[in-house]
C-alpha cells in the first residue's frame, strides 16, 4: 500500500506539471491560428475568445493522453536514474509489478478521455461552427466598433465610426465606403444612427455629411452634400450549418453506420484505448542508462506516440473509404501495438533473448 500510494502521488503530480505545459501550449497554438483567421477577415474578431474555448475543449483529449503518457515515463525514468530501480530489481520484484498502480493512475483518465471525446468534444465542434455561423450572419450594423475599421459580410462596404454609440443610440464621425459597379463611393457624416422599418428592415441613417462618387484612378468625382442619408442593411440569409462527422453526436454515428461515420467513430474509440496502452508502453520505454545520454528513452516514446497517432488517423480514413472493415481498422492499430508492448516488457524481463545474445 505504501508504494501504491507513492508511486500514485508522484503519477498525479507529474501529471499536474505536463497537463499545465501541454495545455498552455494548446491554447497558445489555438490563438495564434484563430488571431490569424480573424486579422484575415476568416474569423470575427469577437468570436475569438469562445472559439478557443471550444477548441481547447476539442483538442482535450489529446492533450489528456499525452499527460499519462508522459507523467509514466518521467516517473519511470526518474526511477532508474536515481538507481531506484536497482533496488527494486535487487529486491526480486520484476517490472511487471509496475503494471498495477500504471493502470490504477491510467484507467480513471481514460474514463474522462472516453467521455471527452464521445460526447463534449463533437458538441465543441458543433457550437464552435455554429458560434462562427451566428456571428457570420449578423447584418452589417451589428459588426460596427468604436475606432475599428469592419468589413461587412458581402465585402462590400467598410465602415469606421469614431465614437460609439451613448444613451441616445447615436454614433459620432462616421466612415462608409462602398464599391458599385465598379465604382467607389466614400460617405462621411457628423453623426448616424439605426432606425428598424415597419416589415422589420434595418436602416442606417447618417445626417450632415458628404458622398463621394467615382472610378478609381480617373479624376471624374462627383460630391455631394446630405443632411440625410438613409442605407438599408442587407438581410443576411439563414445558412445551415456545414455537416462534419466530428461535430455528429455519438447515437447519429450509430444509427447512421456508413464509412465515414464509422472512421470517425472508430477514431473516438481508439483514444481511450491508445491512452491505456500509451501508458503500459511507458513502463518499458522509460529505462534509462545512467552512463548512457538521458534523452535516448524520451526520443524513441516519441516517435513511439507519433507513429500510434497516425497509424490511427490512417485507420480511420481507410474505413471512411471503405478500403477496410470497421473491425479490422478499429483493432489493427492498438492490436499492433500490444505486441510491440509485449516485445518490449520481453527485451526487459528475459535472461536470455535473441537481443543479449546479439550483444554476446
Given amino acids: ?147 475599428v475599421f469592419r468589413e461587412s459580410a458581402g465585402a462590400r462596404r467598410v465602415f469606421f465610426v469614431e465614437v460609439g454609440a451613448g444613451e441616445d443610440g447615436r454614433v459620432r464621425n462616421v466612415f462608409v465606403s462602398s464599391v458599385q459597379d465598379g465604382k467607389l463611393g466614400v460617405m462621411v457624416a457628423e453623426e448616424g444612427y439605426l432606425r428598424t422599418g415597419e416589415n422589420g428592415e434595418r436602416f442606417v441613417v447618417l445626417e450632415r455629411g458628404r458622398r463621394y462618387d467615382g472610378t478609381p484612378g480617373s479624376p471624374d468625382y462627383r460630391v455631394m452634400r446630405f443632411d440625410r442619408y438613409t442605407l438599408q442593411m ?35 474509440v481508439g483514444l481511450p484505448v491508445a491512452s491505456l496502452i500509451l501508458a503500459l508502453l511507458a513502463i518499458p520505454l522509460s529505462f534509462v542508462n545512467p552512463r548512457a545520454g538521458r534523452t535516448n528513452n524520451l526520443i524513441v516514446a516519441i516517435l513511439t506516440y507519433l507513429i500510434y497517432s497516425n497509424a490511427i488517423s490512417v485507420s480511420q480514413a481507410w474505413i471512411a473509404q471503405g478500403k477496410v472493415s470497421f473491425v479490422v481498422g478499429a483493432m489493427a492499430p492498438h492490436l499492433v501495438m500490444v505486441a510491440v508492448l509485449a516485445a518490449l516488457f520481453y527485451r526487459r524481463l528475459a535472461v536470455y533473448s535473441i537481443w543479449r545474445r546479439r550483444r554476446a
Fill in 1 to 147: 500500500m505504501i508504494f501504491l500510494r507513492a508511486a500514485q502521488r508522484e503519477f498525479a503530480n507529474t501529471a499536474m506539471a505536463v497537463f499545465v505545459a501541454l495545455f498552455a501550449i494548446l491554447v497558445t497554438t489555438v490563438l495564434i491560428r484563430l488571431l490569424g483567421q480573424a486579422a484575415g477577415g476568416r474569423v470575427p474578431s469577437d468570436a475569438v475568445l469562445a472559439l478557443i474555448g471550444f477548441g481547447a475543449l476539442a483538442q482535450l483529449p489529446i492533450v489528456l493522453s499525452l499527460t499519462v503518457f508522459i507523467a509514466v515515463l518521467m516517473s519511470l525514468s526518474r526511477s532508474y536514474r536515481d538507481s531506484e530501480m536497482v533496488v527494486w530489481f535487487a529486491a526480486g520484484v520484476p517490472l511487471t509489478r509496475w503494471i498495477s498502480p500504471v493502470l490504477r493512475f491510467a484507467v480513471p483518465v481514460a474514463v474522462v478521455i472516453a467521455g471527452v471525446t464521445l460526447v463534449l468534444a463533437p458538441w465543441a465542434q458543433y457550437k464552435s461552427v455554429e458560434y462562427k455561423e451566428r456571428l457570420n450572419n449578423q447584418d452589417d450594423a451589428a459588426r460596427v466598433a468604436p475606432g
Fill in 234 to 268: 442587407a438581410a443576411q440569409g439563414v445558412k445551415d450549418l456545414p455537416v462534419r462527422n466530428r461535430m455528429l453526436p455519438l447515437n447519429t454515428l450509430l444509427e447512421d453506420p456508413n464509412p465515414a461515420n464509422l472512421g470517425e467513430l472508430a477514431s473516438r
